[in-house]
T-cell receptor, first 115, second 113 residues
Framework: GQQLNQSPQSMFIQEGEDVSMNCTSSSIFNTWLWYKQDPGEGPVLLIALYKAGELTSNGRLTAQFGITRKDSFLNISASIPSDVGIYFCAGPRVAGGTSYGKLTFGQGTILTVHP | DTEVTQTPKHLVMGMTNKKSLKCEQHMGHRAMYWYKQKAKKPPELMFVYSYEKLSINESVPSRFSPECPNSSLLNLHLHALQPEDSALYLC????????????FGSGTRLTVV
């Protein structure tokens, strides 16, 4: 199936440090999505990537869609305490070039930021 | 309106109870979803509705019964649940066939006792 391998599983960093996490797959994805989930809340879409090689920024966040369409990374610069949460990569499942409308999620990266 | 609203936020129910979770969106999305999420795990798809018709059931036990009364509302009826069904239940919506990602609600934290 189309599975996403997300790493690292967890990160403990100091405020002000940069963070990098990535997702890889053995299958091609046409879209890569990065979500953040705060405790007790639903996932919130941070960045969406639609083209291979695309590099997109949203404030201190930067994400890239890999050239092979099988990977993506998310960087957070100058982390702050409110960056704490679980970050998920996700992509719509693809079969024969069309999306089923189902999202495949990575296992998540739990980010802890120490002040 | 760019939100998906879920009620209630918290629910405690006994194994013999019948309860319903509700979800509402006014973004004109014609695809709506129910996901189940355990602590520190990714959401797991349960059901997909497309144009108010059930299009995907991910082999969910019949004690979970979804309903889509109209294009803005999605319900999940619960009956005879087990303690292991305790989880965060998330509703989401999107345009049909959309690759832009879903908009998720804040979820209902369900505890089965």
């Amino acid at each position: 199936g189309q599975q996403l391998n997300q790493s690292p599983q967890s990160m403990f960093i100091q405020e002000g440090e940069d963070v990098s996490m990535n997702c890889t797959s053995s299958s091609i994805f046409n879209t890569w999505l990065w979500y953040k989930q705060d405790p007790g809340e639903g996932p919130v879409l941070l960045i969406a990537l639609y083209k291979a090689g695309e590099l997109t920024s949203n404030g201190r966040l930067t994400a890239q869609f890999g050239i092979t369409r099988k990977d993506s990374f998310l960087n957070i610069s100058a982390s702050i305490p409110s960056d704490v949460g679980i970050y998920f990569c996700a992509g719509p499942r693809v079969a024969g070039g069309t999306s089923y409308g189902k999202l495949t999620f990575g296992q998540g990266t739990i980010l802890t930021v120490h002040p | 309106d760019t939100e998906v609203t879920q009620t209630p936020k918290h629910l405690v129910m006994g194994m013999t109870n019948k309860k319903s979770l509700k979800c509402e969106q006014h973004m004109g999305h014609r695809a709506m979803y129910w996901y189940k999420q355990k602590a520190k795990k990714p959401p797991e798809l349960m059901f997909v509705y497309s144009y108010e018709k059930l299009s995907i059931n991910e082999s969910v036990p019949s004690r979970f019964s979804p309903e889509c009364p109209n294009s803005s509302l999605l319900n999940l009826h619960l009956h005879a649940l087990q303690p292991e069904d305790s989880a965060l239940y998330l509703c989401a919506s999107s345009h049909v066939g959309n690759n832009y990602g879903y908009t998720f609600g804040s979820g209902t934290r369900l505890t089965v006792v």
